[in-house]
């Protein structure tokens, strides 16, 4: 048994499992919940949709106030909630501040020869080791069928995963993404520590396509869909809430995103602005039977 | 203004407003949270459902966690989170312990006689004071149509004072409600600290019909609805999970109330035992919709 099960717990007719487990990828122990949808079972599979959560969050914030599901229950969908980085270690800087370090992974490797390059290997863990273990134990889930969503820091985290592995996820949605990390200070601090160079000095003012690291368009909504190949339809959902002020302060950027799509002459991507809303859960509550509903048209196609 | 807004949230096509007030009632300054929902006016008021919270909770946790939201923002309802007791205070024994003081109101009126009998006018406060200031400052709210549901401690402070004042609700719910407390732990403790006689020694093998002081009866559930003289279709809609560990240890006694229900002859009320779910908000979310439109059937007739 790759995973200990430290609660079940009855909800919207099916069950939620927190589960822990010993990573080979990131050398930590990891939590992770997964719902099971009522039914599902190895003759009548459940298709995947992973969330990604934001700065600061666990596998539990989405688990008790997104609401996903209520909807996913209703459409047979198992949702996976992966934890926001490796816990446990003691990292430099690991522990300075909110928006990096532990529970600010921003879901990608860092570069090997940072401090982070043994134990942040986020990307791997989420798309290799994560679902081979969960599809391993739990012949309920469809590893042929996953879509992934996410909310802020896993909004980017969703979108980055779902452009850089073609094929992988059957569509995308976000709740508020970090859209251009390279241009906002959230993610040219992520980018910096995570990727290097570690002596770059670059502010949203200063990045050019110049300016930016090969390495960190790589790890880019905004310049991964400027260099996509896949189908060009994207079949993409975002929402923002106009009352957000990390939208309003320039951390989010879906316009810069939308600009490139658009500029790629790519089709299918839907972004919403919601008036008024902000950034908690109150909003992605809302609007999370849109997500999972976008995600189940792809997933019970 | 009576209220001070702390926050204006969009939610579901609609709004949380987190408000303060002082009450005159308790003396202390007070939390409450309002949902309404979109769309209600001066002109098209919303009627109002009360959803009182369980022991050391706040107006925040069922606002967040459990959707009552997303069916009441459906039928036009708005939702009122009171809190829990009075806050700021220092009374003898009030921060002792989580199940009774501070967060563990019961919803009742302390006796005189009691330290507590000052402050903790929780239930005149809740259907006297509270809806007064509410209809005052907001118009868009219909005090002619009001309903009330609650959770643990909060199911039982909905029924009671459904039962203790006929025509005030038009209907009531509850989950998992604290449903005979003269003769379980958690309401001995409470009665005894806050209607006394502070001497008394009872336990739930003791108390009989004999042993139980009338104060007692009187903010009971499963005693009041021996002496109901209102409809005798209740409008009632009760759900227990068959794994919550307060059921099983018999904090709750649904089966008394079903028993006393039966007995006096009386109508309408449902008692569903949910099977294997637990006492948290991951039972609540799932079944708030029934709940909800439960008190919308009767709120919207």
């Known amino acids: ?40 079972s190895e003759t009548k599979k459940a298709p995947v949709l992973y969330y990604l959560s934001g700065l600061t969050c666990s596998p539990e914030n989405c688990s008790e106030k997104g609401f996903l599901q209520a909807t996913a229950a209703r459409h047979g969908i198992a949702v996976v909630y992966p934890d926001t980085s490796p ?4 990292l430099p800087q690991e522990h300075d501040s909110w928006d990096f370090g532990e529970a600010a992974s921003f879901y990608l490797d860092a570069g090997e020869a940072t401090p982070y390059g043994k134990n942040y290997k986020m990307e791997t863990y989420l798309t290799e080791e994560l679902p081979k273990l969960l599809l391993s134990e739990f012949p309920a889930l469809d590893g042929t069928r996953q879509s992934i969503t996410g909310h802020s820091m896993g909004g980017h985290g969703a979108l980055t995963l779902y452009l850089r592995h073609p094929g992988r996820y059957r569509s995308v949605s976000a709740f508020a993404p970090i859209s251009n990390p390279s241009r ?10 995570y990727l290097g160079p570690a002596d770059l000095e670059i502010t949203p003012e200063s990045a050019s396509d110049s300016t930016i690291p090969e390495a960190w368009k790589s790890h880019d909504a905004t310049e991964l869909v400027k260099k ?35 500029e790629a002459g790519l089709t299918g991507a839907t972004v919403r602005y919601q008036k008024d809303y902000d950034h908690s859960y109150y909003f992605i509550s809302t ?15």
């Open 1 to 40: 048994m790759a995973f200990t099960t430290k609660a079940t717990i009855a909800t919207f007719g099916g069950k939620l499992l927190k589960l822990a487990h010993k990573s080979a990828t990131t050398g930590t122990d990891m939590n992770v919940n997964v719902f099971f949808p009522g039914g599902a």
């Open 87 to 90: 816990r446990g270690l003691d």
């Open 184 to 193: 906002c200070p959230w993610g040219q601090k992520a980018f910096k520590g």
């Open 228 to 262: 996509w190949t896949g189908d060009k339809d994207l079949k993409m959902l975002i929402d923002v809430g106009t009352g957000d002020n990390f939208y309003i302060n320039k951390q989010l950027l879906p316009e810069n995103l939308e600009a490139a799509i658009k």
């Open 287 to 301: 609007f999370g039977q849109d997500h999972v509903d976008h995600a189940a048209k792809y997933l019970l196609a």
